[in-house]
């Protein structure tokens, strides 16, 4: 079992008071999950819900990640997704859950704290659309190692939750690296939230998230289908990753209108000073 540790030195980083990255209900009802993101041209029938007792729920208020009202699965709590002080940067809630089969052969290691949301549909258009996007813990520190947190979005068992370049979505595969590398991947859709490496300006606790996206699948026959929609961590169950959803984009058209960038109504005018900072993981 993998267990982190963290060295914390002292951190300032300044907040307006009444700022809120957005507003999250917690729920575990996978019918609210399912119809909050419904929109024009599918019907959807025998919604399951399986994690944490906090690890999903519904959001209104975004003003960080740019898609205003939906739903989060998360690998701890919503309450860290409606954190907007970035005043850790190891936030980890362990819900006790175990992990995904089909996420561990997708990522290839073990995954656990698994949260998963499925149910059938059926599209009139035969095409399915949705805007999603994902924020971590795990961010910028464990880029390219073993803690590759994961989500997938299987429709058929087919995983359509994409980098830009095609690649499944994970940490190791939407980033700027560290700075330690010099390498990343995807790193125009990533937007840098972590305290060690001069971030801090987004309100929320995650220290990096990635820019909106629309997954899709085209030409699925006129008979029922199935979505399974499932995030966890890997190779050990600490440091909380999120997959959010927009409410009524899961619709047989493209979602109208565009996605604003990421961060635009973050907060003006903060200061970072005085930050000392060093964690690491130890096998034990």
């Not at 993998?2 to 300044?14: D, H, P, R, V």
């Not at 998963?116 to 795990?138: I, K, P, Y």
């Not at 999120?242 to 047989?252: L, R």
Request: proline share 2%; charged share 15%; glycine share 10%.
């Amino acid at each position: 079992m993998f267990k982190k540790t963290a060295l914390l030195g002292a951190m300032l980083s300044l907040f307006s008071a009444n700022a809120m990255a957005l507003t999250a209900t917690a729920t575990t009802d996978a019918d609210t999950l399912a119809n909050e993101i419904l929109g024009s041209g599918i019907t959807i029938s025998n919604a399951t819900y399986s994690g944490g007792a906090t690890a999903a729920g519904t959001f209104t208020d975004d003003t960080v990640f740019g898609i205003g009202s939906g739903i989060v699965l998360t690998t701890g709590s919503v309450a860290t997704a409606e954190d907007p002080t970035n005043d850790s940067d190891v936030t980890s809630i362990d819900s006790g859950t175990g992990g995904d089969a089909a996420l561990t052969a997708l990522v290839g290691a073990n995954t656990f704290n698994a949260t998963v949301l499925e149910f059938d549909f059926e599209s009139a258009g035969g095409d399915l659309f949705f805007n999603w996007a994902f924020a971590s813990e795990e961010y910028n520190e464990w880029v390219y190692s073993q803690f590759n947190d994961v989500f997938a979005f299987f429709v058929d068992g087919v995983n359509i939750a994409l980098a830009p370049d095609g690649d499944f979505a994970a940490i190791n595969t939407i980033n700027c690296g560290d700075d330690l590398m010099g390498i990343s991947q995807n790193c125009d859709s990533y937007n840098n939230n972590d305290l060690s490496d001069g971030g801090g300006s987004f309100a929320t606790e995650y220290d990096g998230f990635t820019n909106v996206f629309t997954a899709e699948i085209l030409g699925l026959s006129a008979d029922t289908h199935h979505i399974k929609i499932a995030i966890a961590d890997t190779s050990d169950a600490a440091w909380d990753s999120a997959v959010f959803i927009q409410a009524g984009s899961f619709s047989d058209t493209p979602p109208n209108g565009s996605v604003p960038e990421p961060g635009i109504l973050a907060l003006l005018g903060l200061g970072l000073a005085g930050m000392t900072f060093a964690r690491r993981r130890r096998l034990s």
